[in-house]
């Protein structure tokens, strides 16, 4: 433990999982890792970001690193001392995201038995969020939508986590309860994006857009900036004062979400019709028709029949069909079946030559991925990453602002079918 700059250490053993585990792969290894409040500092190799680690919601933020082969380090910073319980809510939660369970230990290492290319690149822990709920609306946001604006969405959400926090906090310490009304008092300091519907015409140069450039600068990035500084002791920590640069700004959880209103949520967000479902999933798990630790436990031993158990309790929640119920089981850690959309139809004629629709698309995929099951969905999806970084280049590498450009329309189709292609140059 190291107390002295404002921060606590604590060391998560690896156990079983240290021969194979490597931070970068664990991390960067789905576009969750991408979107806020996570923040990949690829110098140091380290995830920084929001956790929250007492049941009041309050937050810490934590950056983790992988200084030796055994063990995990855990920074929490802005605190000096943690509670048995807070270490223990720190440790689950990091668990969760790298997928460091015993029973996902076993499940890389029988996925690496049937694709020892995937073993060799050190891919099969996909990364994901701290909690199911998280998860489950980053779900939603990637539904019917361009990676810029799922980017904008999360950004924004956490934008007014942190304004919600200073309105508690200048009232009476409960989220308080906004009305479309309100939305003057709550402007969105997340640029809103138009989201281009035309392909690159350059396949190794895409050039920033001007309204992408200095993004490295964002109300939640300079947040965390300044809670790093302080506990390593560059400034002080004002957690009472007023300015909310002092406080964290987190993803929104349940709580916060359920109280707020429709029209407010969907304007200052950028959400549009999602609004509605995330601010119903916050509110049926507020009042307990959905009751995620009931999700989290089934979880344990992944079958068949608890998959379509799982995901017939998901498709009753509104607002999540059959792409957005599979990403979500996805996340919960099955892996045989695999999510499709116009990405998956993309994938199979740019890489595999197949024409797919959306009735045939299922039958593709089993015939190209059958063979790896029950791990179909960690094989496709380690063909699509691997691809994406054979063109934008190693994506932990890749600066903050440009994440919005990876996507399949910044990729010259005609090119896409040689793996010697050039990188392109972001």
């Known amino acids: 433990m190291d107390n002295t700059l404002g921060c606590v250490m604590v060391e998560l053993p690896l156990g079983d ?26 110098p140091s190799k380290t995830l920084t970001r929001p956790l929250r680690l007492s049941p009041d919601g309050a937050a810490s933020v934590v950056r983790i690193s992988h200084r030796d082969r055994q063990a995990l380090h855990l920074r929490v910073l ?12 720190l440790q689950v939660q990091v668990r969760r995201m790298l997928r460091l369970s015993e029973e996902e230990s076993w499940r890389v290492k029988e996925f690496h038995e049937l694709h020892q290319e995937a073993k060799g690149r050190g891919f099969g822990r996909l990364f994901r969020s701290p909690t199911l709920f998280e998860d489950m609306v980053k779900c939603i946001l990637l539904c019917n ?8 969405m999360a950004e924004a959400l956490c934008e007014l986590q942190l304004e919600l926090q200073s309105a508690a906090s200048a009232g009476n310490g409960t989220t308080p309860t906004l009305q479309a009304t ?26 920033m857009p001007e309204s992408y450039k200095g993004m490295e600068s964002s109300p939640i990035t300079d947040n965390l900036h300044l809670q790093i500084q302080a506990a390593e002791g560059d400034q002080p920590l004002n957690t009472t004062g007023d300015n909310a640069g002092t ?58 029949s608890v998959y379509n158990s799982l995901f017939e309790k998901l ?44 009735k045939t698309v299922g039958s593709h995929v089993e015939k190209l991925y ?35 450009l990876i996507t399949a329309a910044n990729m010259k189709p005609e090119k896409l079918k040689s793996t010697t292609s050039k990188k392109m140059k972001l």
């Not at 802005?78 to 809510?89: A, D, E, F, I, K």
């Not at 919960?332 to 024409?355: A, C, W």
Request: charged share 25%.
């Open 78 to 89: 802005g605190t000096r001392s943690l509670s048995p319980p807070q270490r223990r809510s």
């Open 315 to 358: 498709r009753a929640i509104d607002g999540f069909g059959p792409f957005t119920c599979a990403n979500v089981l996805v996340c919960m850690g099955f892996y045989h079946n695999i999510p499709t959309d116009s990405e998956t139809i993309r994938h199979l004629k740019q890489v595999h030559g197949k024409i797919s629709d959306t």
């Open 247 to 304: 406080r964290i700004a987190n993803f929104p959880s349940p709580e916060e979400l359920a109280r707020l209103d429709e029209k407010f949520l969907a304007k200052r967000c950028g959400l549009g019709y999602r609004a509605g479902r995330v601010i119903n999933l916050a509110r049926g798990i507020i009042q307990g028709t959905i009751q995620l630790d009931v999700f989290e436990d089934a979880c344990g031993t992944p079958s068949l």
């Open 370 to 404: 059958g063979k790896y099951a029950p791990f179909q969905h960690l094989a496709y999806w380690y063909e699509v990453w691997h691809f994406y970084e054979e063109w934008f280049g190693n994506l932990s590498e890749i600066p903050r602002p440009n994440y919005r």
């Open 17 to 42: 999982a240290a021969s194979d585990f490597n931070l970068e792969k664990a991390v960067c290894s789905d576009g969750l890792f991408m979107m806020a409040p996570n923040h990949w500092d690829s």
């Open 145 to 152: 939508c361009q990676w810029p604006r799922t980017l904008s």
């Open 182 to 207: 309100e939305y003057k008092h709550f402007a969105p300091n997340t640029p809103a994006r138009k989201e281009s519907k035309k392909r690159s015409r350059r396949a190794n140069a895409v050039e």
